[in-house]
Each structure stands twice: as C-alpha cells, then as structure tokens.
C-alpha cells in the first residue's frame, strides 16, 4: 500500500466563462507551483513511481474534465476524484453568470517506503 507523503492545497478560478476544468486545473498549478520539493529522489524512486491523487470540489463537478486536469501533472500516476464544494460566486454586473472557484488538496504517495 502506498504511503502518502505530501499534501498540497490550492485554488483556482474562472472569472468569466464559468470553465470548472480551467478553474480546477489552475487550482492544481496554485498548489504546484509554490513548491521545490524532490519527494521521489529523497527516497530513492523515480517521479513516475509517484502515486498523486487529488481532490478536487467544485459546484459542478460533472463539468470537470478529468482528464484534462491529470494532464496538468508532468509524471506520476494521477488520480483525480471531482466532488460538490468549491464556490459559485455571482456577479451582479453583466450577464449575471457566476465567478467560478475551485480547491484542491494534492496528495502524493510512494510504494515501498
């Protein structure tokens, strides 16, 4: 069984097109790209041996092209699970449509140690 390592968080939107992949793949590069951290070499593995899953909430979660947001991660085997929560956030000025905002929690797990 995998022991899982790191959590990362993060946030992201979609201010005007309603796109619940864009605002979740920007959520994924917010929790990646704050951080350096060599996880699979400091203990001896490869970064494909990685075990990524990651959580993802937001209103409309059958709007959310999996996929697309795997894609986002350079190596690792990835996992994404689309669930309700995130935030809708409504604009009163133009057409009304929502702001659209995501969250994730990343968790990275290894084989073996």
Known sequence: ??????TEFGMGTSLRRQDYTQAACRA????????????A???????????????????????VDVA??????????????AVKGGLDVPRP????LPTVMATVAISV????I
């Open 28 to 39: 994924v590069e917010n929790a990646l790209w704050r951080n350096s951290i060599n996880l």
């Open 68 to 81: 697309q947001v795997a894609a986002v991660f350079p190596y690792g085997a990835v996992t994404v699970n």
């Open 1 to 6: 069984m995998p022991r899982r390592l790191l």
């Open 41 to 63: 070499e400091l203990f001896g593995k490869e970064k494909t041996d990685m075990r990524i899953t990651v959580d993802l909430g937001v209103q409309q979660p059958e709007r």
């Open 93 to 96: 000025e133009g057409d009304g």
């Open 109 to 112: 797990a290894l084989e073996g």
